[in-house]
């Protein structure tokens, strides 16, 4: 962001030509919410970790806003080379102005904010600066602030300052607040908007960029691809900076994969995708013992004509099998998904095996410590992922009636882009099933 007054044309949502200082600060953040981590720095609460950023939000202080875990928030300013001048219309008069106005509590009659107000004591300001910042706001302002962060009375504030660089900062960002503030600030209010207010440097052509690969590469399929993704992510923030938008974690890995730098499942869920995929083998292995015939270790499976169609057509869209019982459907389940395999991340159940009666239960026989839905949502996005459930028939009736049914349907429902589902059932039973017949409403695929 070009260093101006947030009311001048050049800046803010009208300036989102080439990629901003600002966007980049924000795909810095990005690159924190997408790997999990959380940001080590002093304006962190007990869990720092990123869950949205926000740019451009039409608040005070608005050029990125991080929203992290625990419920705080930073807002943030950015200005590429700031120095200690208040002049008017000056970087430092300006970013002091609007922190005011952020800080200052609305009226009663005033309209209601696009963001929720600023919480004293929780949230907090940044003032965010390039390595090309004088070193009286980029060093001498920064340690001012963060040595008035312990002190009672604003006159203590300074008295804590260790040397006369630093008290210049101080006592000019006190007389920009004395400039801005509508009203005269209580000396116990004006000591809680300094203790708000931190400055922080990023490096984003140096060590913060590098250090946002080295985030990046621990939660992509192919770590090399840091580079491009963090290109993505500022492209992203500079499209959200004219757009007044905001993003997460979800909607940062679809712009990924659009871009074909597919990540691994966030950290958070890497264990259980691991889990997951373990039992998935397991079933697989039961099932093509129970369809197959054994011989010195070997393997010996009739050959199904319809496992090609079955598998060209799963790929397009979701797929119910039908037949009567010992017509071999577990038999193409198994079958199809050793050869879906090669181009798609197969996940496969047998419905006799579970006993779970709803999502939670289904969770705990999976041995899963987080919610199946919320699993499929984060799966690795390197493939197309297909989940195949055999023998829907077994659980009419029974424990897991509701629990089967309810996967189903949340995963054709909300996960259909990512998730498709094969599975199988006894003609009889689909007759009797009218909510299978509508999530799987429409025509067989023609064989090839």
């Known amino acids: 962001m070009t260093a101006t007054s947030k009311n001048s044309n050049a800046g803010g949502a009208a300036n989102a030509g080439g990629i901003s200082f600002q966007a980049e600060v924000a795909a810095l953040f990005a690159a924190h919410l997408l790997s999990d981590r959380p940001v080590q720095a002093s304006w962190n609460g007990p869990d720092a970790r990123v869950t949205r950023i926000a740019m451009e939000a039409r608040m005070p202080v608005d050029d990125v806003i991080v929203h992290f875990h625990d419920g705080r928030r930073l807002f943030i300013q950015a200005k590429t080379s700031a120095s200690l001048s208040i002049a008017e219309g000056s970087d430092l008069l300006s970013f002091v102005d609007q922190a005011i106005r952020l800080f200052i509590p609305l009226s009663a009659s005033a309209p209601e904010p696009p963001v929720a107000p600023f919480v004293s004591g929780a949230d907090a300001i940044l003032l965010a600066v390039s390595p090309t910042s004088p070193a009286t706001v980029r060093l001498h302002l920064m340690q001012a602030l963060d040595l008035a962060r312990t002190a009672d009375t604003v006159a203590a504030a300074r008295a804590s300052l260790n040397n006369d660089s630093q008290k210049c900062a101080f006592d000019t960002i006190l007389k920009a607040i004395e400039i801005s503030e509508p009203s005269p600030l209580a000396d116990d209010a004006k000591l809680r908007l300094l203790q708000s207010i931190h400055v922080a440097e990023f490096d984003t052509h140096g060590a913060d960029k590098r250090a946002a690969f080295a985030l990046l590469s621990s939660c992509l ?35 990924l994969l659009l871009a074909k730098v597919p990540l691994s499942a966030p950290p958070s869920y890497a264990k259980d995708v691991e889990r997951l995929r373990q039992y998935s083998k397991q079933t697989l292995a039961m099932l093509r013992a129970q369809q197959s015939i054994s011989s010195a270790g070997r393997y010996i499976a009739i050959a199904r004509e319809c496992v090609p169609d079955v598998c060209n057509a799963i790929l397009s869209g979701h797929l119910l099998l039908l037949g009567e019982p010992g017509a071999g459907k577990t038999a193409v389940i198994a079958e199809a998904a050793i050869t879906l395999a090669a181009q798609a991340d197969v996940i496969v159940l047998a419905v006799d095996q579970l006993s779970g009666a709803d999502l939670q239960g289904l969770a705990g026989d999976l041995g899963l410590s987080c919610p199946v839905l919320e699993l499929l949502d984060n799966w690795p996005e390197a493939q197309p992922v297909v989940l195949c459930i055999d023998a829907l028939d077994a659980s009419r009736g029974g424990p897991t009636e509701a629990a089967v049914l309810a996967l189903i349907t949340n995963v054709i429902g909300k996960l259909s882009d990512r998730v498709k589902v094969l599975s199988s059932i006894r003609t009889f039973d689909l007759k009797m099933g009218a909510r299978y017949r509508s999530l799987f409403a429409g025509a067989a695929p023609e064989p090839t």
Do not use: C, I, W
Not at 221 to 237: S, T
Not at 238 to 246: E, H, I, N, S
């Open 221 to 255: 399929e192919r770590p090399g691809d840091a580079e491009a993704a963090f290109d993505v992510l500022a492209h992203h923030a500079q499209q959200l900076m004219k757009d007044r938008g905001a993003t997460d974690s979800k909607s940062l890995r679809a712009k």
